[in-house]
């Protein structure tokens, strides 16, 4: 299937009036990070180095972020893969850097895609203290040692775009809660191997 | 009271004791003990209700059998009836002071915890991504009501996670 509509293409051909390779792959790095509704702000910003006109600027942008995404998203990572995207009459110089900017950024491209996926709320830091009770007003003297711990969790990256949410919950255990809850956690951690091992 | 007549008391006293949340149960058989023995539940209520007071001010401060034993004989209790009650005392004590402790306050008090993981096998983003993902959901006490708090980890998160759950668990056993 296409990557990108016949006109798409033509677009990318503005990169020739880029001022150097490094202003090239800086533009598709910043194309594919950006969420379809930054591209036009990122057009504006990428007009002066391109000296070209805002709709050609916004038809370039919006033509890298779709080809750089159909390639993650289709795990492309083979230059010849990357490389029959092209149409044939494609400049072969721009389509041979693009292609190589492409394979240097895909694993971490990738990695990024992983990272914003949605998702619940995800751990971010744990800490945990051990107190022990010495009394309370239904008993006087006890040595009963209880668990303190507190997870940071962070709300949907997509959410909170550049500015997440963390909010933190403490929460008390006690020496049998933390004994029933190890013999989860050992249960996982079985299935887990069993499944790794398959 | 005859003695076979307080120990049967006691029994029943006791079971309350250690059983606490069986009030109906309690409730009937201190009418049954009354019908039984011609003793009107009014005054039997009240007899009981003052008899119960010591247990707990004795749990309170870590009373020994002896104390209890003293206690009672300083209430106008015979030697005899003091001593059964002291001895009843020690048997039941270790389970009453584990409900004592059980009722200790305890914030957010963790009460159960679900879990599930799975693949995830693509995105909007991503056609094919085949990365394990585990979700936890806690059910915590907050105050008289339940929350639900629900964490994604990754893989290696969750190993860690257990590590610090298990140096949790070694450093609680060297405490007791």
């Known amino acids: ?198 | 009271l005859p003695s076979q007549q307080f120990s049967a008391l006691t029994e029943v006293l006791f079971r309350f004791l250690t059983e606490p949340k069986e009030v109906e149960r309690f409730l009937t058989q201190l009418s049954d003990f009354a019908t039984m023995n011609k003793i009107s539940l009014g005054p039997l209520k009240n007899i009981v209700k003052s008899i119960l007071l010591v247990p707990n001010g004795a749990l309170k401060r870590n009373l020994s059998s002896e104390q209890v034993r003293a206690d009672f004989i300083a209430l106008g209790l015979s030697e005899e009836k003091a001593s059964y009650f002291a001895e009843q005392w020690k048997v039941n004590s270790p389970t009453l002071t584990r409900l004592a402790v059980g009722q200790t306050l305890m914030i957010n008090q963790l009460i159960d915890m679900e879990w599930k993981f799975g693949v995830t096998a693509g995105s909007s983003e991503l056609e094919k991504v085949g990365s394990i993902f585990l979700q936890l959901k806690l059910v915590i006490k907050k105050g008289s009501q339940m929350e639900n708090v629900y964490i994604e980890l990754t893989l290696p998160q969750f190993y860690s996670f257990l590590h610090e759950m298990e140096r949790v668990k070694t450093s609680l056993e060297s405490f007791s």
Not at chain 1, 35 to 56: I, K, V
Not at chain 1, 81 to 106: A, G, M, R, S, V
Request: proline share 5%; aromatic share 4%; glycine share 4%.
């Open chain 1, 1 to 198: 299937m296409a990557a990108l509509r016949e006109g798409e293409f033509a677009a990318l051909q503005s990169l020739l009036k880029a001022p150097s390779r490094d202003a090239v792959r800086q533009l598709c790095q910043e194309c594919f990070s950006s969420p379809p509704a930054g591209l036009g702000p990122l057009a504006q910003r990428a007009c002066p180095g391109l000296a070209a006109g805002p709709e050609e600027a916004e038809q370039l942008v919006s033509a890298l972020h779709n080809l750089t995404r159909h390639v993650v998203y289709h795990g492309l990572t083979r230059a010849e893969d990357i490389l029959c995207l092209f149409p044939e009459n494609f400049h072969q110089n721009l389509k041979n850097l693009l292609t190589k900017i492409i394979l240097e950024n895909i694993s971490a491209w990738r990695n990024e895609a992983q990272a914003s996926q949605i998702s619940l709320p995800r751990l971010v830091d744990m800490d945990w203290r051990v107190d022990i009770k010495t009394s309370s007003d239904s008993i006087s003297r006890m040595a009963v040692p209880t668990c303190l711990l507190q997870l940071k969790i962070q709300e949907d990256v997509a959410l909170c775009g550049n500015s997440p949410v963390v909010s933190a919950v403490t929460v008390e255990l006690s020496k049998e809660t933390l004994d029933t809850m190890l013999e989860g956690l050992g249960r996982i951690r079985d299935q887990l191997s069993a499944v790794a091992n398959k």
